[in-house]
């Protein structure tokens, strides 16, 4: 269980929000929305350990999340705004690399995602579209992460693509995964609670 | 150890794919070394005994060309944050990345070092000197330098910065390195020189990356 007891995040000298807490189930999803600006990638950064709170403590399993951050960050996966590819490498290339980091099956990650007629090619030639296919392949990999970052997962995502992102999310939460989401767009994620920022 | 490897083998792949760079720091290297020759003219003794200096200085500065974009590219494209999510902790992955930075451009640098040693008239008796003289120094120079581009990452004028914060700490290996060079050239032993040398790498070894993880952690 994940629970933020009164997180507060500065961005330099400005309070992007403060005393903000919620908790999440084993199996759940929680949706964040709210204008631009309102914190939500700052919120999933802050969640992910990669930036500190200002204020507030980060729970899991009812310990302090980020004293052991390298412990906290094999327990995650966050998928950024950016997609973190290599232009040089080969679909196939880059999510290999991730499979040898985390475990897991790149072969099956690639179909679960349909990249296999991609996979040879150099990451810089796959349009804006099939690049995130394949940064949510990463989550594809099946190695045992329960915690999922996802900032606007479906951003240039086709509706055949939406469908499989949403089974991939229905699979890691019937295993007992936990979603958090910031989005814009409606996503493929049945009785996820909504917090706005 | 399994997840450093593939980290280093990543960075390895990706300088294959651009050759061009790690090209580009051994034509900086060969063309800076060259221009010692023009400026003092053709005194073969005046140049012999500049070149263990100028040969170090060129390959420092060489190796300096690369840096500005070891932890930069990763940056822009969101790498940076998935490497420190990988479990490795940030000084593994400085770790990486300073291994890298040697195995790509200080290697390549110790090719090309008999073509500036001739140029610089150094006797082919120093040339062994040279070339251990140069990989430990480039060594260091990758240890400091993955600390340096840690630091200025996100930095406004980032790549200025960058061999303002590095050369001046590089001093101690040239001193070392031009004073074995110059040793094995009057037939003496570099030992003493080079020993001095590969004991600065070590201290460098643990406390630049830890500092390169520090500085990306605050990132």
Not at chain 2, 186 to 206: K, M
């Amino acid at each position: 269980m994940l629970e933020a007891r009164e997180l507060a995040c500065l961005r330099g000298e400005r309070v992007v929000f403060a005393g903000l807490s919620f908790a999440l189930e084993a199996g759940t999803a929680l949706l964040l929305t709210g204008a631009n600006g309102a914190g939500k990638s700052s919120l999933l950064r802050l969640l992910a350990g990669l930036i500190p709170p200002a204020e507030g403590v980060l729970l899991w399993q009812g310990q302090d999340a980020l004293a052991d951050r390298a412990a906290h960050a094999r327990r995650l996966r966050y998928l950024s705004h950016q997609d973190a590819l290599k232009p040089a490498l080969t679909a196939r290339e880059n999510l290999a690399f991730f499979a040898r980091l985390w475990g897991g099956d790149a072969e099956a990650a690639l179909a679960a995602l349909d990249l296999l007629p991609l996979a040879d090619l150099p990451a810089r030639v796959l349009s804006a579209g099939q690049k995130r296919r394949l940064a949510l392949a990463r989550l594809a990999l099946g190695a045992d992460a329960p915690l999922w970052l996802l900032d606007e997962p479906t951003v240039g995502l086709d509706t055949a693509s939406v469908a499989r992102l949403g089974a991939l999310l229905a699979r890691h939460r019937a295993a007992g995964g936990m979603v958090i989401a910031a989005t814009h767009l409606p996503l493929p994620l049945p009785d996820a609670r909504e917090l706005r920022l | 150890m399994r997840a450093w490897l593939a980290l280093l083998a990543r960075e390895l792949r990706l300088a294959l794919r651009h050759p061009a760079d790690t090209l580009a720091a051994v034509m900086f290297f060969v063309l800076v070394a060259a221009l010692f020759p023009f400026g003092i003219g053709p005194a073969p003794e005046a140049l012999a005994r500049l070149a263990p200096g100028a040969l170090l200085a060129s390959a420092l500065l060489a190796a300096l060309l690369p840096l500005d974009r070891m932890f930069g590219a990763d940056a822009e494209d969101g790498s940076l944050d998935q490497l420190l999510l990988s479990g490795l902790g940030p000084a593994a992955v400085a770790a990486a990345k300073a291994a890298a930075h040697w195995l790509t451009t200080g290697l390549p640098l110790l090719a090309a070092t008999p073509i500036a040693a001739a140029m610089l008239n150094l006797p082919v008796e120093a040339w062994p000197a040279a070339i251990m003289a140069l990989g430990l120094a480039a060594a260091f120079l990758s240890l400091l330098g993955t600390a340096g581009a840690a630091l200025t990452l996100g930095a406004r004028r980032g790549g200025v910065l960058l061999p303002l914060l590095v050369l001046p700490l590089a001093i101690p290996a040239v001193i070392f390195g031009a004073a074995g060079i110059e040793a094995a050239a009057a037939a003496l032993s570099p030992r003493p020189y080079l020993l001095l040398l590969a004991a600065l790498v070590a201290a460098a070894l643990p406390l630049a990356p830890l500092a390169a993880g520090a500085a990306l952690r605050g990132e």
